[in-house]
């Protein structure tokens, strides 16, 4: 555990999922509500989502749960 994926998932908003050896055992360990999440980028403790017309989210993701 601690590798994560950050996952702009449209309608579904920002999606964190861990990374396994296998791609079969991925999950979902945390999650924001957002408009349309159409972008992201993490930088340190930070990920910088792009919300559609909501414009651009700064979302603390140093605890991703």
């Known amino acids: ?3 994560y994926a950050y996952v702009a998932a449209g309608s579904d908003g920002l999606s964190v ?5 296998l791609p079969i055992l991925l999950f979902e360990v945390g999650s924001l509500d957002t408009q349309s999440a159409i972008g992201v980028t993490v930088c340190g ?8 017309q ?12």
């Open 45 to 52: 403790d930070y990920a910088y989502v792009a919300d559609y």
């Open 54 to 65: 909501a414009g651009l989210r700064l979302i603390d993701v140093s605890a991703p749960g």
């Open 1 to 3: 555990m601690g590798e």
């Open 17 to 21: 999922v861990t990374l396994g050896v």
